[in-house]
């Protein structure tokens, strides 16, 4: 089931803080962009957190930001030991949606060593751009996030 939870602040603090569950460099990769807990409560009613559940388990939380005019980035929270079959199939369906707004483009930015995201990206449809960032260190190198994007504009 997948329900938006902008308002909800119980569900939106779950997601927030399954980070601290992840392992070490997945806690230093989200650290690096410097989002408080009180900042990311206090920007989710301007943004759209999709809530995706497990019976009425919250499972993951899809954030969608409106970075300029039809073009959003992409964030996903995904609690630990969750299966990815229940939740590529609720990741399609809010795809679907966005797909059919007035959203032309969807990206994230991912880690180049974060390979099951990456993996989770193209099983989406998401394309590699070839663009790079270079943000943060991580066991002495610099960490390079890749740019996957997904064109919302229909042929």
């Known amino acids: 089931m997948i329900q938006l939870i902008n308002n909800n602040v ?3 603090r779950t997601a927030y803080n399954w980070q601290y569950d992840a392992p070490a460099w997945f806690q230093y ?3 690096v962009w410097k989002e408080s807990e009180a900042e990311y409560l206090a920007n989710a009613p301007n943004e759209l957190h999709y809530g995706v559940f497990d019976n009425d388990d919250l499972v993951a939380s899809v954030r969608l930001i409106e970075v300029v005019p039809y073009a959003m ?4 929270s995904v609690k630990r030991q969750t299966t990815l079959n229940n939740l590529l199939e609720q990741l399609i369906a809010i795809k679907h949606h966005v797909i059919n707004s007035p959203v032309q483009v969807l990206f994230g930015y991912i880690p180049s ?4 995201t990456i993996n989770l990206y193209k099983q989406l449809g998401f394309t590699d751009t070839g663009a790079r960032c270079y943000k943060g ?3 002495g190198k610099s960490i390079k996030w890749l740019r996957f994007e ?6």
């Open 10 to 12: 119980e569900l939106l």
């Open 29 to 31: 990769c989200a650290n």
């Open 73 to 76: 980035i992409l964030h996903f």
């Open 113 to 116: 060593f974060n390979r099951g």
């Open 137 to 139: 260190v991580w066991k």
């Open 150 to 155: 997904l064109s919302c504009l229909t042929t």
